[in-house]
DNA sequence: GATATCTAATTGCATATGCAAATAGCAAGT
DNA sequence: ACTTGCTATTTGCATATGCAATTAGATATC
């Protein structure tokens, strides 16, 4: 439970009183300058402090946790919230997660680490300078013993502290990112594309078989944080998500 | 702009009233009796059916077009709104925008149709009776004349009006279903696959090329209303996704 | 020490009131 | 016809007020 800095709050006079409270409460939030756990000052503090009435305030935050950035309790007060792990339509945030949540027993080997410069297609592909540093890592994930999804990963070494002293011996590279990192954007892409050779070796398939590739890359406030590729078998793997015409349910 | 039935509007008692008046509006709009264009009642109608205060009204009906149900207007009323022909995600819900969009031209032919019984296969995979009329299609998209995407539909005869009278010479299936059924619970899933001999032949690609495969099965109140596999040719598609740990951009 | 009870902090909900902003529709004038 | 301006309707926003529900923490009791 973090000390909150009540004056941290401050208008911008631009557009709805209610709306800029609730901006400004929501930059805190996702600048992870109110990680999660803060608590935020209650009403009558923030009331107080910006001159505004209680229900203005109130219509604020009822928004907000609407949004599902704090959450609120009845006398224990506001805090806020531990982002959701995954996100609705296809994922696969964690894959140690997803393993388990199939019922089969998950272990990953991390088959490669390269720390240095970008290769100019990884640069590119990132919008990183040649200069920066990163890590790259070929990571091979297991379900029941059996290969499940071979990843490589790109992680920007300035957008995360402590990867130098990591090895991932214990934890696998997206799991400890989701832990050691903030972002604020990703990008999906999903396409179909035949394994490699070397692939198709690593994940005991044949060359060619057609494979899922998932593509993702984040960003936290416009700066480069990770860019993974996926590759799944594509007979044994399948996306879903479920939906109504106003959104996700 | 359809008659308004004020009187349809009814509270049920459990909760807050916001969110009984929420949930009645929100009921009258999914279930398709109150149709997009509809007018809704002005708040002060509603205060008054309903027993209500202004502001309590004026909540559940602020809360509605945030959630794009309905569209507001100061001084021309509020209306239910058209819901969204595409979804965040991974949309693709009409063929002929999307190729649009890429800024190609698009055609279609349908290349079989036929009306009957569904097979097994079929039924197994949408819950029907052998004994539900359907109607099977199968459609090529075209991009710039050349092959696009493979469709391959099962409308449930009972669910749509108009079906047996519609040739889909004017408008491909996908897009006559948006305009002529309604929809409330859809299932995506996305696979890859290799192109079987006469789909390879049909997309003019090589048989055992990569493909994704695009399913989407669609209800209304759990009653079917389509099923649809799309099968693109994987080295031309991807689709992508962009949001933040929140919720969608 | 354990347990029951009270108190006060905090959010949740609803109302009444007033004014601001946008604008459809009408009226008047040219 | 076309423009101009007025007016009434409708939504948007903020405030002040009061009470209800929840419950952490203090207090009293056994």
């Given at each position: 439970?973090?000390?909150?800095?009540?004056?941290a709050?401050?208008?911008?006079?631009?557009?709805?009183v209610?709306?800029q409270?609730?901006?400004a409460i929501?930059?805190?939030v996702?600048?992870?300058?109110?990680p999660p756990?803060t608590?935020?000052?209650?009403?009558?503090?923030?009331?107080?402090?910006l001159?505004?009435s209680?229900?203005?305030?109130h219509?604020?935050l009822?928004?907000l946790a609407?949004?599902g950035?704090i959450?609120?309790?009845?006398?224990s007060?506001t805090?806020?919230a531990?982002?959701?792990?995954?996100?609705a339509?296809l994922?696969?945030?964690s894959?140690?997660?997803?393993?388990?949540?199939l019922?089969?027993?998950?272990?990953?080997?991390?088959?490669a680490?390269?720390?240095?410069?970008?290769?100019?297609?990884v640069?590119e592909?990132?919008?990183l300078?040649?200069?920066?540093?990163?890590?790259h890592?070929?990571?091979?994930?297991r379900?029941?013993?059996k290969?499940?999804?071979?990843?490589?990963?790109v992680?920007?070494?300035a957008?995360?502290n402590?990867?130098?002293?990591?090895d991932f011996?214990?934890?696998?590279?997206g799991d400890?990112?989701?832990q050691?990192s903030?972002?604020s954007q990703a990008e999906h892409a999903?396409?179909a594309?035949?394994a490699g050779?070397?692939?198709?070796?690593?994940l005991?398939?044949?060359?060619?078989?057609?494979?899922?590739?998932?593509?993702?890359?984040?960003?936290?406030?416009?700066q480069?944080v990770?860019?993974v590729r996926?590759?799944?078998?594509g007979f044994?793997?399948?996306?879903?998500?479920?939906?109504?015409?106003?959104?996700?349910?």
């Amino acid at each position: 439970m973090t000390e909150t800095r009540l004056d941290a709050v401050k208008l911008d006079g631009a557009g709805p009183v209610y709306d800029q409270i609730r901006r400004a409460i929501r930059d805190l939030v996702v600048s992870g300058e109110w990680p999660p756990g803060t608590s935020v000052p209650p009403e009558h503090a923030l009331m107080e402090q910006l001159g505004a009435s209680r229900m203005t305030v109130h219509r604020a935050l009822v928004q907000l946790a609407r949004e599902g950035l704090i959450v609120r309790r009845r006398r224990s007060g506001t805090v806020v919230a531990t982002p959701p792990a995954s996100h609705a339509m296809l994922d696969i945030l964690s894959i140690p997660e997803e393993v388990r949540q199939l019922g089969q027993a998950y272990a990953y080997e991390v088959l490669a680490r390269t720390d240095g410069r970008p290769s100019p297609e990884v640069a590119e592909l990132f919008g990183l300078k040649r200069s920066d540093k990163v890590a790259h890592l070929i990571v091979l994930h297991r379900a029941d013993g059996k290969p499940h999804v071979l990843e490589e990963r790109v992680i920007h070494a300035a957008g995360v502290n402590g990867l130098a002293d990591e090895d991932f011996a214990e934890t696998p590279p997206g799991d400890w990112l989701l832990q050691h990192s903030l972002w604020s954007q990703a990008e999906h892409a999903i396409s179909a594309i035949g394994a490699g050779e070397e692939q198709a070796a690593l994940l005991e398939i044949a060359e060619g078989e057609p494979c899922l590739l998932v593509e993702r890359r984040t960003w936290n406030q416009s700066q480069p944080v990770t860019a993974v590729r996926l590759l799944y078998p594509g007979f044994r793997h399948r996306f879903v998500g479920r939906f109504g015409p106003y959104g996700a349910a």
